[in-house]
């Protein structure tokens, strides 16, 4: 596949370093060559300077033979045009990165399809999703919920309290068992577990399960202590703090730290005035959280566009014992030492946007892709077609890749859990997990 990726930013090189792992015939453009040279010494791709909305720049790339480009630059105006005129110059389809809710909205699809935009991206919008998500279960530091079924899979610290600790996972209940544990995070490896691995104090642990067992996981990992989020604070006043404000159950009361006043009356102007309250002020100045009951909150979320401040203050806020706490963290460097100080819930909006647009290049037909990047793997929601390579055998005849795990599957709106003997069918929804680069290896089988 001939892919063009206009923007050599945090999104653009993260998912042109994923795609360089595949061969496919790559370019990278961006006005800047200085972005351009890490890229170009270190991975097997081209790059290009120039702007992406110049069509002799375009045309110097061969854009008529382009099967995808894609626009993330940091101006969504310049992503939109650029892939107007690469449509009209003949790319297959267009991805365009925005800045704009109203641009993601389903009923302005069709428009935006139109005029040469086939899919547009906001990645604050997608963040914003997974901190909303995360703050609904205090106990959990990722969730995956299958659309239209009561399948689940769910990333949980485990420490002295859980009750499986140091049990080889063949001793605990096998098939029958209403959870599997598809994937293990211990310090910076993830592993792939076995009938003989066994879990340790402090491993982030990936469970799959149906919904009815939420609450039995809960009471195995020790985790019933953790209260219930009434109260969120949030650190930072940007785009991403407000529509997670905006998609937290009404029952939750959210205070959000601004320290720009200008940002503040903005936002003022955007939120729910009945539960959201707007305060300016340093979210690192203690006495200011003091003054506010910050310590009575059950969940802090730091979301400014500084990596570093953001793992500070969560940790200030562990002090102060809240139990929940997130944290944005853009440069991808910091994500290693955030995971090994014990944050909490680590949102990558590079990750994020990279994902989404990678499941676009799989072969199969993927349903959703979620970038887990504290554990440098993906889960994926596989849509079994007719014929595909998965149907032929059980699980256990399968030579699925080593980095790979078949979690659950859907089947007529009901979730059920994979072990060897199952034998995928055509229609089914499967909820796979893996390491690496092995996502688009699996994708091979289905």
């Not at 485990?158 to 209403?178: H, W, Y």
């Not at 104090?201 to 990936?206: E, I, K």
């Given at each position: ?65 382009t099967?995808l ?88 610290k ?21 959870y ?8 910076d490896?993830?592993i ?8 340790r ?6 469970f ?80 200011l959280?003091?003054?506010e ?60 946007a ?17 970038s ?36 659950g ?16 069918q ?6 796979t ?11 091979s089988?289905f």
């Open positions: 596949m001939k892919i063009v990726i206009a923007g050599a930013g945090a999104v653009g090189t993260h998912l042109a370093k994923l795609l360089s792992r595949e061969r496919h015939d790559i370019t990278v453009l961006d006005s800047q060559a200085e972005r351009l040279v890490n890229l170009a010494n270190n991975y097997d791709l081209l790059t290009r300077t120039g702007s992406p909305v110049s069509i002799d720049t375009l045309q110097s790339i061969s854009i008529g033979k099967d480009f894609i626009g993330v630059t940091p101006d969504e105006t310049t992503n939109m045009t650029a892939c107007m005129l690469a449509r009209k110059m003949g790319a297959r389809k267009t991805v365009a990165r925005v800045n704009t809710y109203e641009y993601v909205q389903k009923k302005n699809q069709e428009l935006f399809r139109s005029v040469g935009i086939d899919s547009v991206i906001l990645p604050e919008m997608i963040a914003a999703q997974e901190i909303a998500s995360s703050i609904n279960r205090s106990w959990i530091r990722h969730w995956w919920e299958v659309e239209g079924s009561d399948l689940t899979m769910m990333g949980i485990v420490r002295e309290k859980c009750k499986i600790l140091n049990i080889p996972l063949k001793d605990l209940g096998g098939a029958q068992s209403p599997h544990i598809v994937a293990i995070k211990r310090g490896e993830t792939i577990p076995h009938g003989n691995d066994y879990v104090a402090y491993d982030l642990v990936f799959m399960t149906t919904r009815k067992y939420t609450q039995y996981i809960r009471e195995l990992v020790g985790k019933e202590d953790y209260p219930d989020v009434k109260n969120v604070v949030m650190m930072g006043g940007g785009i991403t703090s407000l529509f997670t404000s905006r998609l937290l159950p009404d029952y939750m009361r959210v205070k959000i730290i601004e320290k720009d006043e200008a940002r503040c009356r903005e936002l003022f102007n955007q939120i729910d005035e009945k539960r959201v309250m707007i305060i300016h002020g340093d979210g690192r100045d203690m006495s959280l003091q003054d009951n910050v310590p009575k909150s059950e969940a802090f979320v730091a979301l400014t566009p500084n990596s570093e401040t953001n793992i500070l203050s969560c940790l200030a806020a562990k002090r102060m014992n809240i139990r929940k706490t997130v944290a944005m963290i853009d440069n991808a460097g910091f994500v290693s030492m955030a995971e090994s100080l014990d944050i909490g819930t680590l949102i990558n909006k590079q990750n994020i990279a994902a989404y647009i990678y499941q676009m290049m799989l072969k199969a037909d993927v349903a959703n892709v979620k887990l990047v504290v554990a440098n793997a993906d889960v994926a929601e596989f849509i079994v077609p007719e014929g595909a390579k998965i149907t032929r055998k059980p699980i256990r005849e399968m030579s699925l890749p080593q980095g790979a795990t078949l979690g599957l859907v089947r007529d709106g009901q979730g059920h859990l994979i072990n060897g003997n199952t034998q995928i055509p229609g089914d929804r499967v909820v997990f893996c390491i690496g680069n092995d996502l688009s290896r699996l994708s089988f």
